[in-house]
Each structure stands twice: as structure tokens, then as C-alpha cells.
């Protein structure tokens, strides 16, 4: 006999979590479905680096969620980043598009939620490695992401996981919803098969939180084109579009930009999909701000130095996808070298080093010509300036097209090394029309009684690119609000 669930959370990632968790807590019966086994649990949050975008006013904020003695605060120089902070990053790196309903919601619950999760077990740290620089023996940070989860999305998955338990929630693994229920107009429940049978499992409400299409080649190639067929997925492979699927069906709206995905620039040799035995995002490659990107033939194709890597890594995945062989390379010198990000130095990291630029064009199979010409026309154009990685310092080419706008070093000092890349398609920005409560709405922009969705299933948050690190936080917000308003609504349902 299976037992009566009021919200049923089809997903166990990050956003699909903490639904489950919020629903538990505002006094609902809560099933939580994984498609995977348990050992693949986690969908793309298991993958995650970590890093988690909040507004937030100072470091006393920061100390709220984070255990910092007032010793170790004196040595932190810590910027506030405003919800106008926030707004102005989400808005220019979407051109001015995301919804502005759903970013004032993502925006203005971001805080209260990491302080929520907290709360729940999430164990957070200051963000040293990736978004922060000593100087004068202060920790100075910058760009809006100075807090990530503790052992990244590892840690992430196991604490939200182990609140679960703490709450009795079930959770049943090899599960894959496959059909929503409904009876005039309102969800009852769904469809699922579990060891090659189908259940149907009750309910007054479902969540679904179950991911984007990335993992689903027949639909990136019909939605984005067919030249993302070639891309690999960084996270999991279950995120097969199942719940955007299952919500269409229902008649719920499409929103967003369907044609576009977060997306980088990642190792050559990286894992088709993401191998749960090496989480913790280690095949990606950071530091392309400090060098150069070329392609197989020889020729630079977008400004490695327009911005922090923050705003730019998102949509240079599609850039290099777009490039002869779907192939990039990530070019640095000696002097650079040393100041690479930790990935670079990983046994998983495929690189190439020469002692010329001669010989590293012919390691690298491109056009040497084109490519010596490329080096040499940029180191010429590489003006004089004082050189900080640490702000935009201005110190740009001039004269040549792409220009680097910022960090321009010439490429003059033996031994040369060469990363090899491809696209890695993270998840894509298309998803259905979701309301700042969770609900899920249908053609006429009216709630669908009983559904909600949240995580990437939501769209039209991000479009073209992606500030780093507010894919976690979106998941957070509208998990734990599409989970406290499924609750609620099962609450009003039973009553009446």
C-alpha cells in the first residue's frame, strides 16, 4: 500500500532538497524521487564548485552563516555586494533580460536563504582560492562570490541530504517520473517506473525540480542547434529534460531562451558526462582571463580579457564550440604559469609545453604560420601598464581585433604551454514559465493547481551568459519557495 504523500519532489539536487525540506517543515508528508541510484545522487549540484552568489551588506553578514573570530576578521577586507550590486551583474550579463520578477525574487530572498540553509546543516567558507588575493597581510575579496559550500557539491548534497533523513523525508532511488496525474485541472499525483514497473503515487502537489535538457542530445540538437550534438555534459546524466517534459504536457509555458545554455570551456579529454568517482568540477579551466585562447587555426576569437572570469566563462564554452573541430586551446608562458587556478596543475589536466613557439604550434597540429603570426601581431599590440590580475587594470592591446582588454602579457617566455579544450554544456537557460511562488503557469500565464518547478527547470532568468555562481542560489531561493508553497497549497486542499 503506498503511503499518502501532500508533495512530491521529482529530482535531489540542490533546489529539489531544499523544496523537500521547506514543504517538510511547513507540516507536509514529503516524497523526494531520484532517478539515479544512490550513488549518482545529486543531479548537477553534486558537480558544483560551490561558489554561491548572495547579496549581502558586510562581513558581519557574512559572519551570520560563516564562523569567523573577530582575530581572523581583522585580517579580511570584505566589499558589500548590494541586491543592486547583484541586479546590475544579472542584468548586464543577460543584456538587460532576465525576467524582472524572477531576478527581484532571486535577488531579495538570496541572503535570507543561505541564512536558511544554514540553518538546515549547509556548512559554508569563505571562498579564498578563487575570489580573493592577500595584500599589506589582509585577505581582500571581490566580484560578489566570497562565501561556497563547505567540500563543494559534495558537501553540499551530503548535509541537505542528511537534513532530509533528520526530517524523515522519503526518498526512493532508480526512480524515474515519467507522467504528471490530473483530475479537473489540479495535479493529484504522478507516474514513475521503478525496476522497469510503473507506480502511481498519490499527491496534492508536486515539485518539479529535476533539471534542464543538457544531458538529452536529441533535444539540444532540436532547441539549440545541431552543432551542440558535439558538446559533453559536465554534470549529470540524468538530466534528460523529464520535467520540462512532464510540464509541457500538462500545458504549462515555455520561457526563457531555449536556444542558449551556460556552457565553458573544459578539458579536451574531459568525461563525456560527469564522473560521480571525480566530482568537484576538476576538467575545468579558469584562468583563460591571464592568457590566450586560439583555435586550430591558428587564430584568436574572442577577448580573454573582457571581463572577471565570473561574467565570461559562460558563454566562451559556446565560443570555442563554434571553432574548427569544436577545439580551442588555452595558451600561457612562464610568467604566467605559476598564477593558474589549482585545476591546472591536476593529473586529470591535459596540457602541452615546448620551449618554443615553433615547436609548441606542432604539438598543438595547427596552422604554424597563421599561429606565429597570431603571437607575434599580439605581443606587438600588448601596451605598457602596471599588471594586476586582481582588478581590471586596463592593460590591453591596441591595434589588433579581438583586442584583450585587460591582463596583456606577451607571450615571449619559455616554456610555452597549451590547453587543449572543448565546449562542456553545464544546463540551458530554456525551461518553463514559473511564477515568483514556484508556480508553475500555464499559456495564459495562470497557475497550474498543485505544480510547481524550481532549479533550472525555471526559465527565463538567464539569457546569452550567466554571472558564476548564481545557478546555486536560484536553487535555493525558488526550491525553497516552490516547497513552502506546495505545502501550503496541500494544506488548503485538505481543509476545504
Not at 548537477?44 to 551570520?64: C, H
Not at 571581463?307 to 565570461?312: G, H, K, L
Amino acid at each position: 500500500m503506498t503511503k499518502n504523500y501532500d508533495v512530491i519532489v521529482v529530482g535531489a539536487g540542490n533546489a529539489a532538497l531544499c523544496s523537500a525540506i521547506a514543504a517538510k517543515e511547513n507540516g507536509a508528508e514529503v516524497l523526494v524521487l531520484e532517478r539515479g541510484p544512490k550513488e549518482k545522487r545529486g543531479g548537477n549540484s553534486f558537480f558544483t564548485d560551490g561558489a554561491i552568489r548572495v547579496a549581502y551588506e558586510n562581513l558581519d553578514a557574512i559572519r551570520k552563516v560563516i564562523p569567523i573570530s573577530d582575530e581572523e576578521a581583522e585580517k579580511i577586507e570584505m566589499p558589500e555586494y548590494t541586491q543592486e550590486d547583484f541586479h546590475a551583474d544579472l542584468m548586464r550579463v543577460t543584456e538587460g533580460k532576465s525576467d524582472p520578477k524572477l531576478a527581484n525574487q532571486l535577488i531579495s530572498k538570496s541572503y535570507e536563504t543561505i541564512a536558511w540553509m544554514a540553518e538546515q546543516g549547509v556548512q559554508f567558507e569563505l571562498n579564498f582560492e578563487n575570489q580573493s588575493f592577500e595584500k599589506d597581510g589582509k585577505r581582500h575579496f571581490w566580484g560578489g562570490l566570497p562565501i561556497r559550500t563547505k567540500n563543494k557539491g559534495i558537501g553540499l548534497i551530503d548535509d541537505l541530504n542528511k537534513r532530509a533523513e533528520e526530517l524523515g523525508i522519503d526518498i526512493w532511488y532508480n526512480s524515474r517520473a515519467t507522467d504528471l496525474v490530473m483530475d479537473q485541472g489540479r495535479i493529484t499525483g504522478l507516474v514513475l517506473e521503478q525496476e522497469g514497473k510503473q507506480i502511481a503515487v498519490s499527491a496534492a502537489s508536486v515539485v518539479l525540480a529535476s533539471g534542464s535538457f543538457e544531458a538529452n542530445k536529441e533535444m539540444r540538437s532540436k532547441e539549440m542547434g545541431k552543432e551542440w550534438e558535439a558538446a559533453i555534459v559536465r554534470g549529470t546524466e540524468f538530466n534528460t529534460g523529464d520535467g520540462i517534459k512532464m510540464a509541457l504536457a500538462v500545458g504549462a509555458q515555455k520561457h526563457g531562451q531555449w536556444d542558449g545554455c551556460h556552457s565553458i570551456g573544459t578539458d579536451y579529454n574531459a568525461p563525456k558526462v560527469g564522473d560521480f568517482n571525480k566530482p568537484g568540477d576538476i576538467y575545468k579551466k579558469s584562468s583563460f582571463p591571464l592568457g590566450l585562447l586560439v583555435n586550430k587555426e591558428g587564430k584568436r576569437f574572442v577577448d580573454e580579457g573582457a571581463d572577471f572570469r565570473n561574467y565570461t566563462y559562460a558563454k566562451y564554452g559556446r565560443e570555442v564550440l563554434k571553432q574548427p573541430g569544436q577545439t580551442a586551446f588555452q595558451l600561457f608562458d612562464a610568467q604566467v604559469r605559476p598564477m593558474l587556478r589549482k585545476e591546472y596543475n591536476l593529473e586529470e589536466a591535459t596540457v602541452l609545453e615546448a620551449n618554443s613557439l615553433e615547436e609548441l604550434a606542432d604539438l598543438m597540429k595547427v596552422d604554424k604560420e597563421q599561429f606565429l603570426e597570431t603571437i607575434n601581431a599580439y605581443n606587438a599590440a600588448v601596451q605598457e601598464g602596471e599588471y594586476n590580475p586582481t582588478v581590471k587594470d586596463g592593460k590591453g592591446t591596441v591595434g589588433i581585433t579581438p583586442p584583450k582588454t585587460n591582463w596583456a602579457l606577451t607571450l615571449d617566455q619559455a616554456p610555452f604551454y597549451a590547453y587543449p579544450l572543448t565546449c562542456g554544456i553545464t544546463f540551458a537557460f530554456g525551461g518553463v514559465h514559473v511564477s515568483p511562488e514556484g508556480e508553475v503557469l500555464d499559456e495564459q500565464e495562470n497557475p497550474i493547481a498543485g505544480l510547481y518547478a524550481a532549479g533550472e527547470m525555471v526559465g527565463g532568468i538567464f539569457y546569452h551568459n550567466y554571472p558564476g555562481g548564481s545557478g546555486l542560489m536560484s536553487g535555493a531561493v525558488f526550491g525553497k519557495q516552490a516547497g513552502t508553497s506546495a505545502a501550503s497549497y496541500s494544506k488548503a486542499k485538505v481543509t476545504v
